[in-house]
Structures are given as C-alpha cells and as structure tokens.
C-alpha cells in the first residue's frame, strides 16, 4: 500500500533552473492535484486533474505545468524557478467527489529551496 | 471564492487538558473534513462530516459539523503529548467543484508533557 509517493523529498535549485517533482499514486483514484504551503498562506491549490488527458489550474498556476497521460502519474514541472516558489509541495488524490464526504490522500511532499 | 477561517492559530496546552478548534465560513459546504499534519509530512484525513449537526467521535476526538454547514469544531479530550500537530479543515463543494477541496490555513497545537 504506496498511496502517493512524492519524489524528491528535498531539492535545492538555482534561480532560472527548470525540474519535475513528480508524484504517482496506486490507488486508481481519478483525481489528482497539486498543492504548495507556505508559513501563513495554508495549502494553495497549483494545477488538478480529473482523469487521464485532462488538467485544469487552481488558484497559483503561474510559473508551473502539469500534463497526466496516465491515471497513476501527474507530474509539476517548474519551468524556470523563482525564489518565490521556495515552498513545500503536496500532491494528492481522492477516490470520489469531495462535496459527498471522499477525503484526500496526500503525499508526504518536496521541500524546494529556490536560491 | 469560499474561505475557511480556523482559531486559533496557534494552541499550547499541557498534556490532560481539553481543547477546542474552530472553523468558520460565510459559505455552505456539502462536506467538512479534518486533518492532521506531522512535521515533515503530508496532511493525514481524520475525519469526514457531511450532514448538517453531525457529530463523529474518534477515541478521544470530537468532531461537530454545525446545523447551517459553515462552520466545524474538533474537540479534543485530556489531550495527549501525540496529538501535538497541524489541524487542518477543509471543505469540499457539490456541482462543478465536487473534486476540489478548500483548506483553511490551520491550527498549530501543541501538548506539553
């Protein structure tokens, strides 16, 4: 039982540098989504996907891009870091719609420093 | 866009003392959920209500979902050193956003021994 692996579990990266953190699940759950948090501001939702070819952006999309070709993989690719997104990232996913009581099941997320 | 508001803040209490959290909304939410956050992890669902006026009990924990389904409490009895951590609520929403969840910024507490 992986749930949702997240890897790395630390990255340090020069201003200007691109990455993929990436995220899978093996839980066959539709939904996954990106989360970033940062002292003060909560859980912020970056990029979400609700099935295989299909992605949408949340509330803090610029700067990141997402693209899931399969069900078990949703991988955040930072295309040219900014210090502002020095951040602990999150990714997660649900087995159902949220409004009728299905829960999230996160990752344990990337620590990025962004210098 | 729906906010929830979580107080307070920040919570240090001594180990065997009770405590009450809380989560408020101007909006309605078809479902309100906690979680638990350890240092270096991942959020951790606790529980789930989706009636208004529910209440769940998890050993020590009580979870309250008000009657207007804006606002949740959690409730912990003689708290324990364990239950130190990030309490987060989150609600979710029926219709087009019936995936997404919204987060309220949390409640750090911690249990001295």
């Known amino acids: 039982n992986a749930g949702v692996t997240q890897t790395p579990k630390f990255q340090v990266l020069k201003t200007g540098q691109s990455m993929t953190l990436q995220c899978a699940q093996d839980m066959n759950h539709e939904y996954m989504s990106w989360y970033r948090q940062d002292p003060g501001m909560g859980l912020r939702l970056i990029h979400y996907?609700?099935?295989?070819?299909?992605?949408d952006q949340g509330e803090v999309p610029n700067g990141y891009n997402v693209s899931r070709s399969t069900t078990e993989d949703f991988p955040l690719r930072l295309l040219s870091a900014a210090p502002s997104q020095t951040s602990v990232y999150f990714c997660?996913?649900?087995?159902?719609?949220?409004?009728?009581?299905?829960?999230?099941?996160f990752g344990s997320g990337t620590r990025l420093t962004v210098v | 866009t729906q906010l929830l508001e979580q107080s307070p803040q920040f919570l240090s209490i001594q180990e065997g003392e009770n405590l009450t959290v809380y989560c408020n909304s101007s909006s309605v939410f078809s479902s309100l959920q906690w979680y638990r956050q350890e240092p270096g992890e991942g959020p951790v669902l606790l529980v789930t209500v989706v009636t208004g006026g529910e209440v769940k009990k998890l050993k020590r924990l009580t979870f309250q979902f008000g009657d207007a389904r804006k606002d949740s409490s959690l409730h912990i009895t003689a708290a324990q050193t364990g239950d130190t951590g990030l309490y987060l609520c989150a609600g979710g929403l029926s219709g087009g956003s019936n995936y997404k969840l919204t987060f309220g910024k949390g409640t750090l507490l911690t249990v001295n021994p």
């Open positions: 997660a996913s649900t087995k159902g719609k949220t409004g009728v009581g299905y829960g999230y099941t």
């Open positions: 996907s609700v099935g295989a070819g299909i992605t």
